[in-house]
């Protein structure tokens, strides 16, 4: 009895040299089941938590992320894991955390940090909580309070 096992790729060269299959380009290091990362660096990165032993939020990941540069936003999601994308003020406070943390347990012995760049350039936030975090807005709000404060003394000294 035959077995069949499947589409049988052929290679062939490109013009650069590199192997390409019938389907595209294929790097023989992947399996079919990750996910390609950007190598272009960009302000986001993605953090992805191994050994997640301990819980993850908002205030963790920015206590691990603020030494290395501003931090701007954190959503954190876990659809496969414990996954979370910080969006720095700059592209180079997102190649700073990414070296610096790369690799890093947040706890000793567990919830090990794997950083890629994100696919994204900018982070959107609704709300803050322990989920997603817009550490913008709360900036923005504080020198709001602070220009209505002002506003009302002069008013009141006039």
Known sequence: ???YEGPIKRQRMNDGGDVKDEFGDHDSNRSFGDQQQPEQPNKVLLFTVINPVYPITTDVVYKICEPTGEVQRIVIFRKRGVQAMVEFASIQAAQRAKVSLNGADIYSGCCTLKI????????????????????TVELGKVFLRFCKLYIFIINVRS
């Open 1 to 3: 009895m035959a077995s």
């Open 116 to 135: 890629d760049w994100a696919k994204p350039a900018r982070l959107n936030v609704y709300k803050n909580d322990d989920e997603t975090w817009d550490y």
